[in-house]
């Protein structure tokens, strides 16, 4: 006895295709959600300029995007941008060494012993608490206000989040990782290089992250307090003339500075940790 069965029912029951045809549609659907990401922030931007041209915002208050865009052409044309930009950088990149390489070494010496931790640990959870934004006045009175104050701001806010999750990354480490490396007679540089340097990585670099975004940040408060050159001066004056436009560009160079260097780190991030996937 022959029994049917409907075309719909046959179409469910076949097997899927090859997975050489499902693969594409994967990789392009990949590709729009990617441009999904620009659907919004292009429509804020058109939102942002009808208002700006119909006066509902004010110039002003704040620039409209074209103002804004031309501003920018104006100060990459004349050197101004430039010239602001590389100054914050060098800054920064100061500032992070010095605090970096504090942050790092006082980790290391309070998470390799019970004697290093009970020297340094106290200490710096009493410094964490401080509000490091408070110590701009102490640190004029130090060191005057030319570079040193801006550097030892940026380093200060870099240390602590450096310091406390690689020191977690370093506690967190299974004891039977160390136990087995004693073991097989390890020396304490090898113990570092083969068990400490990779089970403290992922949350060194989680820090690392961190200590940028709070770089970044101390950079555009120590600048806009007292600095004759760099993007925070250049605000400053641009306020001084209600220039709202250069200061939308100042605050735009400052953000997308901070993205490229997270972007950096997410990218050694990925190279350094490729044996997790």
């Known amino acids: ?157 870099v240390t602590f989040p450096l310091y406390l999750n690689t020191f977690a990354g370093i506690r967190s480490i299974d004891r039977k990782f160390l136990e087995a490396a004693k073991t097989l007679h390890f020396s304490r540089r090898q113990q570092l290089r083969h068990v400490i340097v990779p089970g403290a990585l992922p949350q060194a670099l989680v820090g690392l992250r961190q200590s940028l975004g709070v770089a970044w940040l101390s950079l555009i408060v120590a600048e806009t307090v007292s600095a004759s050159s760099g993007l925070g001066y250049m605000i400053n004056q641009a306020r001084e003339f209600q220039q709202t436009d250069v200061i939308v560009v100042g605050l735009a160079v400052y953000s997308l500075l901070g993205l490229l260097t997270d972007a950096l780190v997410r990218s050694v991030e990925r190279r350094a940790l490729s044996w997790r996937s």
């Open 1 to 157: 006895m022959t029994t049917l069965v409907p075309t719909q029912q046959l179409e469910d029951a076949r097997p899927p295709g090859p997975a050489r045809e499902r693969v594409p549609a994967r990789r392009r659907t990949a590709r729009l959600s990617w441009l999904r990401r620009w659907v919004s922030p292009v429509l804020l931007l058109c939102l942002w300029q009808a208002l700006s041209s119909s006066g509902v915002l004010p110039e002003e208050k704040i620039a409209s995007p074209i103002q804004i865009a031309v501003a920018a052409g104006g100060l990459v044309s004349d050197g101004t941008l430039g010239a602001a930009t590389l100054v914050s950088v060098q800054r920064v990149l100061v500032g992070f060494a010095v605090g970096a390489s504090l942050g790092l070494a006082l980790s290391v010496v309070a998470g390799l012993s019970r004697i290093g931790e009970d020297a340094v640990d106290p200490p710096m959870q009493m410094l964490r608490t401080l509000p490091h934004f408070g110590l701009i006045p102490l640190f004029i009175v130090w060191m005057g206000i030319g570079e040193m104050p801006k550097i030892a701001l940026i380093a200060l806010g």
